[in-house]
């Protein structure tokens, strides 16, 4: 249930399998005599000139720009409103170093051949059998070590072991240079060292190996290290990325401290990386024969049109696996932490108005909250640039976000006159709601006050400077609004007024500011002016085909086809609409939903709209968004998934974010409400979901249901003495459709319900 396993190697670096300590990732191919493993870091951008871009100085403009965009010149609009520069990106994440293990005899047998991910220890597995005995080669990466380690074990090991830059699209301006030497009996010290173009100072990133053979003897020539009799062969990497050049000393002698003990190695990694994993799973009754199955013949299964079980099953432990190795100095990338080739698309980077929060949105539910830190590190690293937007554009308090970022600086400079991504004013809020969700997950006061309270105060600032028009029913004009990537329907210019995201996110960031001052007894007169603020704000429309408008603004109509719904925020993951407390709007977000084509088919587009229909208890359109993923193609032999149907772009969106999906369609869950299979698929007719963490602050420790039963029960606990208000829509009495529960602090509470004969979840 917890790994996944191929019998064949790897045929292309997408299909490799991976390992991550949310630092390092390896990317294993698994060829017996000619292994192949791919070393990656977060932190490796390749300087492009961005790092010194700043934001459009254009403050002064935007009264002019607002008047504009209302008399309907919205290109023109754009044009003024940016510096005309041309669109530039942010600094590409690349790949690192190649780890190359060759058989130094001519390749024999290799019978009995199996490649394995163990996603309990992070630990992959490459075994066969030759003419003289069985053969192992493991490797992983280790959270409290920071080394990725990889050994060889069997009889009478003859091989080579280099180190290269020997990746597809390497650029030639990036120059390579490798090294070998001896470093004591039955030991080597390989390096890597990789130098960027010429810019305002010497930078590049390095890879250093120690090489430890037991039993045989160990020489170099040039930079090869050979390897002759051994029994078992240790090799230990660290890496790195500075301006001036890092040096092969420093690591050399950070890798002598550590011992040369893979299994011990190992055991101190899997205190951390199990405990995490363990926390959470999910079984959907798959017989075990299924479960064995090879990773290519579950992969066959997704074309039947059906959300098979097994093959769910499997990207749910891979996806919560996959993110748990990805972050840690930083949130995953576009690619996770995981790169095969140079050239990655859209520079590989953290993109902000969708796929970032989309990777995360699992986190914290499925029990590994320690996984949002990389997330407030990569924020709080970047709040003076957010700052300085807001400055620069709107000559505001405040704080401005941009629409992706490389890491190193949240300055926002993607833009042009086609993509005035500068005029989009959600992204604060956006992206700080996985931080408040965090607080709302785990009650972590500490953070709250300490941390994110001060940024969910300068959101609130940045709109209190920024709203500052009005209509003639007094209501407040956004403008200029934008909604990510995609403009009104016919209009030429994507400028707009009052974008639904642009409304809800202005909403949010100005409540939800005022309600954490009132909770931490801060701030009270600002609270109450954000609360009047909020009140001012148009409500949301209903176009004339019954469904949510993308624009609040009337004569601005929404686009029919296109990869983003994020005039959904409301639904997902706000709960700002919801079919309970305001259904009519469900109503019209659904309607909204099902109009929207897929434009390209795009991961993050399908997982957003799956996201929203399990908001809205529409577990079909729940389920045929899942296998919009599932059943076209978009899943490599890793598990790790593609950006487009057919395997189009190496892709983390769909790997890490399905576990949120599946969380998402068995239990929804508010402060003060928990809710029980939601969007139940069909081909789940029975199964359990375990320590699942709640918005109402209350772990569901275990939800089983058995659908030929007509049973589904709950196992909730919390930390304090707490009520709350347990909803099951298709229960067969209807006091148990929502019924109180009353949890006295760390106390088991289990409660059945019995489901109505021919209901949607029976």
């Known amino acids: 249930m917890h790994g996944i396993h191929d019998i064949e190697p790897a045929g292309r670096w997408e299909d490799a399998f991976l390992s991550g300590n949310g630092e390092y990732g390896i990317m294993v191919y698994g060829h017996p005599h000619r292994e192949r493993i791919v070393h990656d870091h977060h932190r490796y951008v390749l300087p492009n000139g961005s790092r010194e871009m700043r934001p459009p100085a254009v403050a002064e403009r935007l009264e002019h720009v607002r008047d504009l965009i209302l008399a309907g010149e919205r290109e023109q609009a754009q044009r003024e409103f940016s510096d005309g520069r041309p669109l530039a990106w942010t600094q590409a994440f690349h790949p690192g170093h190649v780890l190359h293990v060759d058989s130094a005899v001519p390749a024999g047998r290799a019978d009995h051949y199996r490649r394995a991910t163990d996603f309990t220890t992070g630990e992959v597995r490459v075994t066969w ?16 070590d920071a080394v990725a380690v990889v050994e060889i074990a069997g009889p009478r090991l003859d091989l080579t072991v ?66 002759h009799g051994a029994s078992r062969v240790v090799l230990l990497t660290r890496m790195d990325r500075s301006a001036p050049l890092p040096r092969a000393g ?13 299994d011990r190695l190992l055991a101190r990694h899997v205190a951390v990386h199990g405990e995490l994993y363990a926390r959470a799973g999910l079984d959907l009754g798959v017989p075990e024969n299924d479960r064995r199955l090879p990773v290519g013949e579950l992969l066959a299964r997704a074309a039947a049109g059906r959300l ?56 914290v539910s499925t029990g590994m909250p320690e996984l949002i830190a990389g997330y407030a590190a990569l924020i709080a690293g970047q709040i003076g640039d957010w700052r300085a937007n ?71 600032v940045f709109f209190e400077d920024v709203l500052t028009r009005a209509d003639d029913d007094g209501h407040i004009v ?26 809800a996110a202005a909403r949010h960031a100005l409540i939800t500011a005022a309600d954490v001052c009132s909770y931490l007894g801060i701030e009270q007169a600002a609270a109450g002016r954000w609360r009047a603020l909020a009140v001012r704000l148009p ?4 176009d004339d085909h019954g469904a949510l408008a993308e624009w609040v603004w009337p004569g601005l109509e929404t686009a029919d086809d296109h990869r983003h719904v994020s005039h959904l925020y409301p639904v997902w993951p706000l709960h700002d609409i919801t079919p309970d407390d305001t259904p009519d709007l469900a109503a019209a977000a659904r309607t909204a939903l099902l109009r929207r ?18 908001r809205l208890k529409d577990g079909d359109a729940a389920r045929a968004n899942l296998l919009k993923i599932l059943g076209r193609n978009m899943v490599f032999r890793s598990l790790m998934t593609s950006h487009n149907p057919d395997l189009e772009i190496y892709n983390a969106d769909a790997a890490h974010c399905l576990p949120a999906v599946v969380v998402e369609m068995l239990v929804d869950s508010r402060p003060g409400i928990v809710e029980l299979l939601p969007a139940l698929p069909p081909e789940w007719r029975s199964g359990s979901l375990r320590g699942i963490t709640t918005r109402a602050r209350v772990t569901l420790e275990e939800l089983r249901w058995d659908l030929r039963a007509g049973t589904v029960s709950a196992v909730l606990t919390s930390a304090q003495e707490r009520s709350i208000t347990l909803v099951c829509r298709d229960a067969r009495e209807g006091a148990d459709r929502r019924k109180r529960v009353d949890l006295p602090p760390h106390t088991p509470v289990t409660v059945t319900v019995r489901l109505t004969p021919g209901s949607p979840s029976n």
């Open 129 to 144: 059998s030759d003419e003289d005995g069985d053969r192992v080669r493991r490797a992983f990466v280790s959270r409290p």
């Open 162 to 227: 280099r180190l290269s830059g020997e990746v597809p699209g390497h650029p030639p301006e990036v120059t390579v240079t490798t090294s070998a030497r001896v470093t004591g009996s039955g030991e080597a010290s390989l390096a890597v060292l990789g130098t960027y173009p010429a810019g305002p100072g010497a930078a590049g990133y390095l890879g250093v190996t120690r090489l430890v053979a037991t039993g045989g003897q160990v020489t170099v020539d040039g930079d090869v290290a050979a390897v």
């Open 250 to 262: 420093a690591l050399e002698e950070i890798l002598a401290e550590l011992p040369a003990d893979y």
């Open 308 to 363: 098979d079980p097994a093959l769910v099953e499997a990207m749910f432990h891979s996806g919560r696996y996959l993110l748990l190795s990805s972050c840690g100095v930083l949130p995953p990338r576009l690619t996770g932490l995981w790169l095969g080739a140079w050239g990655a698309a859209w520079s590989g980077d953290h993109t902000t108005d969708a796929n970032l929060n989309l990777q995360m949105a699992g986190a």
């Open 390 to 460: 807001a400055r620069a554009i709107y000559g505001a308090r405040g704080v401005l976000a941009p629409s992706r970022t490389d890491g190193e600086h949240g300055l926002l400079f993607h833009l042009d006159d086609e993509w005035p991504w500068q005029m989009w004013l959600a992204g604060a809020d956006w992206l700080l709601f996985p931080l408040h969700e965090y607080w709302q997950l785990t009650g972590d006061d500490a953070f709250l006050a300490g941390t994110l309270a001060p940024w969910l105060i300068e959101a609130a």
């Open 478 to 503: 956004i403008v200029p609004s934008y909604s990510p990537e995609v403009g009104p329907r016919g209009a030429r210019g994507v400028a707009g007024v009052n974008a639904t995201m642009d409304v």
């Open 539 to 542: 409500p949301y429309r209903v």
């Open 597 to 614: 084509g897929d434009e390209n088919l795009s991961a993050h587009g399908s997982l957003h709209r799956a996201l929203c229909a399990a």
